[in-house]
């Protein structure tokens, strides 16, 4: 437990150098913080993104962000949070700028698609990514701004520029789809079971 907190304490020590030297202009400290970065905030982009190219485009234009904007952080020891939140806020804008959101879509407020949160014990956290990256685009975003960042509806619908009904409406669209994948997948992997036993 003390090693922990002397790693933890050592980390926050090492990042507030490199703040130092980000606001500094110092390409060194920008670099080695862009390299910190990566591996988690590419899995946000990842999440917002069609491909590849894209996570690669939202996190660059993030960490770009980050480095204009970093002179003005004074949030001490909530550095990787204020990222993130530049990077949510870059993955949004790239969905507004591909355009996935040209229509309201009306909800009823039918019984909402529950998933049994044992399924997930039974399927690994690559095979959810793949089923959420076949998710359509607009719904994915929602759905992604919804479960994993947090958002209310209220604050989805002003920053997608889109209703609050047409934000549940896709959140309950991806349960649903998701839904149906998981249930695909079980099907299949009984199917192999059979054939194999």
């Known amino acids: 437990m003390h090693q922990l907190y002397l790693k ?3 980390l926050n020590s ?3 150098i490199l703040l130092d030297g980000c606001k ?3 390409t060194q400290s920008q670099a080695q913080l862009y390299r910190i970065c990566y591996p ?3 899995n946000i982009c990842y999440r917002y993104a069609p491909d590849a190219d894209g996570a ?3 996190f660059n234009n993030a960490m770009l962000r980050v480095f204009k904007h970093i002179g003005g952080y004074t ?3 909530r550095l990787m949070a204020w990222i993130k939140t530049i990077v949510i806020n870059c ?3 790239f969905c507004k700028k591909r355009n996935l959101f040209k229509q309201s879509v009306p909800y009823f407020n039918e019984d909402d698609t529950l998933i049994d949160p044992q ?3 039974k399927v690994s956290a690559k095979e959810i990514q793949q089923m959420m990256k076949r998710l359509p685009g607009s719904t994915a975003v929602v759905f992604n701004m919804f479960i994993y960042d947090g958002f209310t509806h209220k604050q989805i619908a002003t920053a997608l520029g889109i209703s609050e009904g047409t934000s549940k409406w896709h959140v309950s669209e991806g349960k649903r789809l998701l839904k149906t994948q998981l249930e695909n997948f079980f099907t299949t992997e009984i199917k192999k079971a059979n054939a194999a036993g």
């Open 8 to 10: 933890k304490r050592l």
């Open 14 to 16: 090492d990042l507030n």
């Open 24 to 26: 500094r202009n110092d």
């Open 40 to 42: 988690a905030m590419i």
């Open 56 to 58: 690669g485009t939202i």
């Open 75 to 77: 949030d001490e020891g």
């Open 91 to 93: 993955s949004i804008d």
């Open 119 to 121: 399924v997930f014990d």
